[in-house]
């Protein structure tokens, strides 16, 4: 069995409200992580996002997934949270989020995930990056294109312009998932995280602060530290919020 410890991490930033929002939840077999950025102005983002989360705990805890596929499902069922929840000529009138979600089983050793949007998944090994979330963006489609190089994507002027989020008609909504389900090693690391985390920070950032913290709230810190220091000169910045899962063998 794998043992499995969870840090989080969410700030306000510069910003009037936080519009992120993260949590997590486990069974005897299973724990299941959510992570989302709202947006709508007045906010609503800061509404939408919470009701990914408990959209998505609440049905993962009735009917769990065990692959890709059947996590999409519960995504999509965020969705609908999520456009069922708007109020008409209110803050919730035209409120999004994005979603990310990773399962892990620890009795057996395996993970599966999905998003919608632009806020990620990391997965690590050896401390190095081994996959990330493909984000539903504008810029991701430039770089897809060949239009624009992967670097340029954190600094462009267009990159917080999705093309996919939680909110969006159900049939125009683009849900990407892992599929079957992959099989872990102890002390490989997860990262979900929001743009104002990864916009500021490249992987090579991202690995050389994992392989310099002895666990994952220190990491966290770390990745505040450098967010922090990144965003010093600015005058507004995004919420940043990031939840980190370490597995390690269970004694």
Same mark, same amino acid.
Request: glycine share 8%; proline share 4%.
């Given at each position: 069995?794998?043992?499995?410890?969870?840090?989080?991490?969410?700030?306000?930033?510069?910003?009037?409200?936080?519009?992120?929002? &993260?949590?997590?939840?486990?069974?005897?077999?299973?724990? &299941?992580?959510?992570?989302?950025?709202?947006?709508?102005?007045?906010?609503?983002?800061?509404?939408?996002?919470?009701?990914?989360?408990? !959209?998505?705990?609440?049905?993962?805890?009735?009917?769990?997934?065990?692959?890709?596929?059947?996590?999409?499902?519960?995504?999509?069922?965020?969705?609908?949270?999520?456009?069922?929840?708007?109020? =008409?000529? !209110?803050?919730?009138?035209?409120?999004?989020?994005?979603?990310?979600?990773?399962?892990?089983?620890?009795?057996?050793?395996?993970?599966?995930?999905?998003?919608?949007?632009?806020?990620?998944?990391y997965w690590f090994r050896h401390?190095?990056?081994?996959?990330?979330?493909?984000?539903?963006?504008?810029?991701?489609?430039?770089?897809?294109?060949?239009?624009?190089? =992967?670097?340029?994507?954190?600094?462009?002027?267009?990159?917080?312009?999705?093309?996919?989020a939680l909110g969006t008609d159900?049939?125009?909504?683009?849900?990407?998932?892992?599929?079957?389900?992959?099989?872990?090693? =102890?002390?490989?690391?997860?990262?979900? &995280?929001?743009?104002?985390?990864?916009?500021?920070?490249?992987?090579s950032v991202l690995e050389a602060?994992?392989?310099?913290?002895?666990?994952?709230?220190?990491?966290?810190?770390?990745?505040?530290?450098?967010?922090?220091?990144?965003?010093?000169?600015?005058?507004?910045?995004?919420?940043?919020?990031?939840?980190?899962?370490?597995?390690?063998?269970? =004694?």
């Open positions: 069995m794998l043992g499995l410890e969870v840090a989080l991490l969410s700030e306000q930033g510069g910003r009037t409200y936080n519009e992120d929002a &993260c949590g997590h939840w486990h069974s005897d077999s299973q724990l &299941c992580c959510v992570l989302a950025d709202g947006a709508g102005g007045h906010g609503g983002g800061h509404i939408a996002s919470r009701v990914v989360v408990e !959209s998505l705990l609440n049905g993962f805890a009735a009917q769990p997934s065990h692959d890709g596929s059947s996590l999409e499902r519960l995504v999509r069922g965020a969705n609908r949270a999520v456009r069922n929840a708007r109020v =008409p000529d !209110s803050e919730r009138a035209e409120m999004y989020s994005t979603a990310v979600s990773l399962v892990i089983d620890f009795v057996h050793h395996q993970a599966h995930w999905a998003h919608a949007g632009d806020s990620r998944l401390g190095r990056i081994v996959e990330r979330t493909h984000d539903h963006s504008l810029v991701q489609a430039l770089v897809d294109a060949g239009m624009l190089q =992967p670097e340029q994507m954190r600094s462009h002027p267009k990159r917080s312009e999705l093309r996919s159900d049939h125009e909504l683009e849900v990407s998932a892992s599929g079957a389900p992959r099989a872990l090693q =102890p002390g490989d690391v997860f990262l979900l &995280c929001t743009d104002g985390v990864w916009e500021h920070l490249d992987d602060t994992l392989q310099q913290s002895p666990t994952p709230h220190a990491w966290l810190a770390a990745l505040e530290d450098q967010v922090t220091e990144a965003v010093r000169d600015k005058r507004s910045h995004d919420n940043f919020t990031a939840l980190a899962v370490w597995t390690r063998l269970a =004694p």
